[in-house]
């Protein structure tokens, strides 16, 4: 066994944090689950009638829909939610769970794309959610390891030194205090306090626990399409009809495309992420604002690091991105991996989310950019006060159907990036082929006892084609972020259809 030292040293505001990575080889046992999976959300078991009728039907239950729940549970309406799959097995699941305000270099970014009132009011969002989960753990006594932390925001290269000192002014105008960082390994950065680190899947069970006593859950069920019908809403999934007079889509990426428009507003970030245990515990988490974002938290005695965040639609040899990530993590903390895990999520173009009313009692809450704890709870409450009637001061800021330039432009941006992704996205390689038969491609991909598995390159939610995904054996849309399994069923939405 190679047992190395390598010391740290961070000095922060004359208080002086040493931190020790103690090199082990453990030998490389790498599991493609994220760190949080093992935790199983229990649910009371509830099988689906093929009709049921509802007041309000929330659909999706990651954190979003599980909040809307929650803030829900004392209203005297009936209120179902349901999920494609099991609960929490979405994006929620493979998150890194910060809870922070401190999210790269978003104020100078709102203020640059609106201006300074909306990148405050935005602060405010963050750290009114903060308070909200907060105060959700502590009445509820919900154990999720919730953790007090400071944040910190770095830079490592000299151009970006002034973008990080823009963040920093914003902060302390509006009272933020912040601490100056020294380090040996850190060219630039600053603290914040009143940031926080949590287990997302003990958190989701929390809650499950909490709403689950009068609201039912149905697992395995997908909606498939929302129709009006005079005054309710009939939703089709696979196991029957579903009639609600008010709907919250919470699925994370909406699985229609009007009226909300989703794809020409937003695109998909995926990042990489690696944890392994360092035996040694810490009291703050990292991040950068240079182009390589890097990521870290702690979680007991692990290090939990993200990589090479990039678009969905470029860098589409998924493996080489994994590949890289698992090197910048050997290279940084020269540890080997135990968790090794891919996840996504929806940007919108002007770095704001989309929640509230889309129309008629259908409400929508997604494109946290990344930031998905903070902004599913808010937009948690903002749902559930529009629903009954309060006033909600973010009503306005998250408005789903608003247009601005950023909108506009960064969709043409988008559009680009789509129509690179469509040539590009056969990749050559001799596993799986490709063959084209009567004009349709198909890709086939052969497994370890050498049967074939044959499947239509064309995703079925706006017909991107899809690239195979070396690392996961899946068929990935670069477009949207759909994904299959080698046979084409469905693994990740939008697409609520398999490929044939
Ligand atoms: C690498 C990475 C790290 C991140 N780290 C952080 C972080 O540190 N802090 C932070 O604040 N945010 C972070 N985020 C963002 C955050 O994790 C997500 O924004 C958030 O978890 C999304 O929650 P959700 O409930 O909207 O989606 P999900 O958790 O995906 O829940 C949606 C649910 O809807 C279900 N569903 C989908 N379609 C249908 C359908 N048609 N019918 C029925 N059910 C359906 C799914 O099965 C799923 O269970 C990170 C994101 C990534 C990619």
Redesign the pocket.
Known sequence: MCRKIKRISIILQGSIIFYFLSHTNTGDNMSNKSIWEDVKIKVKKKNMESEITTDILI???????LTTAYFLKDIDKKVIL????K??????????????YLQENIYTTLTNNFNIFTAKNYLDSQLDAINLIKSIIEKNKIECDFKKVDSILFTNEKINIDKLNKEKELLEKWNIPTKDIISNDILKGFSVSGTYTFH?LKYLNGLVKIINKNIDIYEN????NILKEKDSYKIE?NNGVIYAKTVVV????P?FIIPTMIPLKTYI???Y?NATKINNKYNYTLINVDNNLL?I?YYKDYIIF?SNKHRLTSKIDYKENYDKSRNDFKNLFHKNIEFTW????IMSNDNLPFIGLVKDNLYI??A?N???????TIGARLIVDLITNKENKYKELFNPNRINKSLIIDSIIGSLHYMKAYPTALLKKNNPTYVEIEGIKYGIFTDSLGKKHKVSLICPHMKCNLVFNREENTWDCPCHGSRFDIDGNIIL??S?KDIK
Request: proline share 3%; net charge positive; aromatic share 6%.
């Open positions: 659909i999706g239950c990651g954190i979003t829909g349901i999920d494609k799959g609960v929490g097995s979405g994006i929620t699941s493979k998150t890194t769970a910060k809870i922070s997302p069920v997908i909606a498939t999934t919470a699925c994370h990426y699985f970030q995926r990042e992420v990521s938290r993200g891919m996840n996504q999520d809450s997604t946290y990344a930031w998905g704890i903070s902004n599913s939405g939008p609520v």
